[in-house]
Nanobody, 126 residues
Framework: QVRLVESGGGLVQAGESLRLSCTAS????????MAWFRQPPGKEREFVAG????????AYADFQKGRFTISRDTDKATLSLQMNSLKPEDTAVYYC???????????????????WGQGTQVTVSS
């Protein structure tokens, strides 16, 4: 069983930055594709960014327009999301997820991911 724990959420003003972290309970996630999703209030869960299992590819949702950067530290089995120039519409619960099914691709479908964290709230005030 893989346990994922997110941290780093909080309340910020528009234009500020946050860095989210996701720590895994096992180094086996280093071979898994990993991603950040978010779920705004009253909306569906949506893909934010992902990194392949081999760590050589990343993918981003169009809405972030270069504001977000995903990275992983295989020594610490952590996944990070640096979010800059935050907007009120970025308000959501952010989740990290792991996909052990492929080392090469990055799925933007939440149904692909087998393991999920509990989520961390990000609130951006205007």
């Amino acid at each position: 069983q893989v346990r994922l724990v997110e941290s780093g959420g909080g309340l910020v003003q528009a234009g500020e930055s946050l860095r989210l972290s996701c720590t895994a309970s096992t180094l086996s996630v280093n071979s898994a594709g990993m991603a950040w999703f978010r779920q705004p209030p009253g909306k569906e869960r949506e893909f934010v960014a992902g990194v392949s299992g081999r760590g050589d590819r990343t993918a981003y949702a169009d809405f972030q327009k270069g504001r977000f950067t995903i990275s992983r530290d295989t020594d610490k089995a952590t996944l990070s999301l640096q979010m800059n120039s935050l907007k009120p519409e970025d308000t959501a619960v952010y989740y990290c997820a792991a996909d052990f099914g492929s080392q090469y691709g990055i799925s933007n479908l939440h149904t692909t991911y087998e393991y999920w964290g509990q989520g961390t709230q990000v609130t951006v005030s205007s």
